[in-house]
């Protein structure tokens, strides 16, 4: 195949995740094109996620060198920098990125975001003028909510609601509550408390991975911090692979059911071996089977009930935080995939209730079984709390646990600058700052 070919190929591979394929056609284009900064750039992409991902921080550096003038380069070599802790230079890949293309809203947010504002200044007047520019509208939205967080920071409140209701409005999906209701009632029905007691032996036995479950921006990011940071723990980050199993799962149905109704058909084998599966398939991204691999996917509380049958000694942990303050972050966050149900306060409610019924779910139908992590108790009285958390795991204290800003770990997701910052209580009651504007929500959520 040619060029054109062959990289529209590698880029299909690398989309899908099928990175060491596409890692060898790219390596393939920079035999016959050593110096082709976009094929160098393109492979550093494959290697960020990783633990060997300086060897792709450096193959994008080695194509600014080459190409010093594509903005792209430099913000994607900013987010390697800051998803690794790396602020400093993060925020000057990410400045010259803006000085390229000073209509990139993409950069601007990640400058904004990595940074407190004590005054609104010049970033403020420069993105307030492209706000008066004709934008795509997913471009506009990142100005919105670059605006919103320098509002915020400053105490401009009304101003910084308006601009995050802009940058939503500008991106709001369809969310239909009603059917994400339905699957909820579907998953409490069929995960009774019976159904999963009579389960109790089908899973892999001796295993005890962690699980971080809740609502988006209830913690969940900071508590995984805190574990990945002892000694017999593996940080996983959000790995999607009980939703894949699910999908496995239905798939040896005849005729496919949608999940959970086939669940009571599966064999007790079927659970013991993707348990197992999954086990494996952590222990490689980890490069050992010694630690206890923990998953932080908030969402995976939709499915406590199959991870109790797989793993029936797993450690569930739950996050939680203030409703307002977790609602209010979801609102004020754009996030980069999914989560079309925080674009609006109606669709974030109802999403929200549909949440904490599940959980009291879980509850009461495994009784001591989760863990309730309080944000405010880990902020306020973050040493017990801590040794609250470890021992629950099973897991000896350690000290690096409460250095957990210290830790250059990976962090990709919307927290990876606060997770790195020591503990702070301002994020405690900011709900209290936009409580007119909240009332619709508030009176929803039962407050």
């Known amino acids: 195949m040619n060029r054109e070919e062959a990289l529209e190929k590698a880029l299909e591979l690398h989309r899908s995740g099928k990175l060491e394929e596409a890692r060898e056609l790219y390596t393939s284009m920079l035999r016959l094109r050593p110096r082709d900064p976009s094929s160098l750039h393109l492979l550093g992409l494959t290697y960020l996620d990783e633990s060997n991902w300086r060897e792709g921080a450096d193959l994008i550096q080695r194509a600014i060198a080459l190409e010093p003038s594509q903005h792209l380069f430099h913000y994607n070599l900013g987010v390697a920098w800051r998803n690794h802790g790396q602020f400093d230079a993060a925020k000057a890949c990410f400045r010259r990125a803006i000085e390229l293309k000073d209509d990139y809203g993409e950069a601007w947010g990640a400058w904004t975001a990595t940074q407190r504002y004590s005054e609104s200044g010049e970033d403020m007047q420069h993105i307030q003028r492209q706000l008066e520019q004709p934008l795509q509208d997913e ?5 919105e909510f ?6 915020d920071d400053t105490g401009r409140y009304a101003q910084a609601f308006e601009h995050y209701t802009h940058g939503n409005e500008l991106l709001a999906g369809t969310w239909r509550a009603e059917d994400y209701a339905e699957m909820c009632n579907g998953i409490k029905q069929t995960f009774s408390k019976q159904f999963i007691d009579e389960r109790r032996d089908w899973g892999l036995a001796g295993a005890k991975p962690i699980f971080i479950v809740g609502m988006p921006r209830s913690g969940t990011s900071l508590a995984e911090q805190i574990l990945a940071g002892h000694s017999g723990v593996f940080g996983a980050g959000e790995v999607g ?5 699910i999908g496995a799962m239905g798939k040896r149905m005849k005729p496919p059911q949608p999940y959970p109704r086939f669940v009571p058909f599966l064999p007790k084998k079927l659970f013991s071996g993707f348990a197992e599966t999954y086990m494996k398939r952590l222990a490689g991204l980890a490069g050992e089977t010694s630690r206890m691999p923990l998953n932080k996917m908030p969402s995976n509380y939709l499915h406590l009930g199959l991870i109790r049958i797989m793993f029936p000694e797993a450690k569930i942990i739950h996050s939680r ?21 925080t674009r609006q306060l109606d669709t974030l409610a109802n999403y929200f209730l549909e949440y904490r019924r599940m959980m009291d779910h879980w509850n009461n139908i495994m009784p001591g079984e989760i863990f309730d992590l309080e944000y405010e108790s880990l902020v306020q009285q973050p040493e017990q709390t801590v040794r609250n958390l470890l021992s ?10 409460l250095d957990f ?9 919307a927290s990876s600058w606060q997770v790195r910052q020591p503990l702070y209580s301002r ?3 900011r709900w209290r700052h936009y409580e007119q504007q909240l009332q619709p929500l508030i009176e929803r959520i039962g407050l």
Do not use: M
Request: charged share 20%; proline share 3%.
């Open 139 to 143: 471009n506009r939205a990142f100005f």
């Open 146 to 151: 670059a605006a919103g967080k320098i509002s």
């Open 241 to 245: 692979d009980i939703l894949g199993i």
């Open 321 to 341: 935080r203030h409703p307002l303050d977790t609602c209010l972050s979801c609102y004020f966050q754009n996030f980069s995939n999914g989560h079309v149900f």
């Open 392 to 401: 629950f795991c099973d897991l000896p204290w350690e000290d690096v646990c």
């Open 405 to 413: 800003n210290d830790n250059d770990r990976r962090v990709s997701t």
């Open 427 to 429: 994020s405690i009651g």
